[in-house]
């Protein structure tokens, strides 16, 4: 995940290279919104799981995070191979 004005910032470059004039305040109140309602939805609301591992990706390149994320599942099976039966 990353920070909301991160992913308002990523958004707009999206918006920005598909030629459309938005303002990053404009783009930060709509996901504001979609996220409110995706977290309040009855069904299937947009949570963490409670075991989850957040990693919060601003200012990381994306090799950055896939480093990270492949070290997390490197330590993570190193731990469970070391785990008897």
Do not use: W, Y
Not at 1 to 24: I, M, N, Q, Y
Not at 48 to 77: K, N, P, Q
């Amino acid at each position: 995940t990353a920070t909301p004005l991160e992913r308002a910032r990523r958004r707009l470059k999206d918006f920005e290279a598909r030629g459309e004039k938005v303002s990053l305040e404009e783009v930060l109140a709509d996901q504001a919104e979609r996220d409110q309602r995706d977290a309040e939805r009855n069904v299937g609301p947009l949570l963490a799981a409670t075991d989850a591992i957040v990693l919060v990706t601003d200012e990381m390149s994306t090799d950055e995070v896939v480093d990270h994320l492949e070290s997390l599942v490197r330590s993570r099976m190193m731990r469970a191979s070391q785990q008897p039966g």
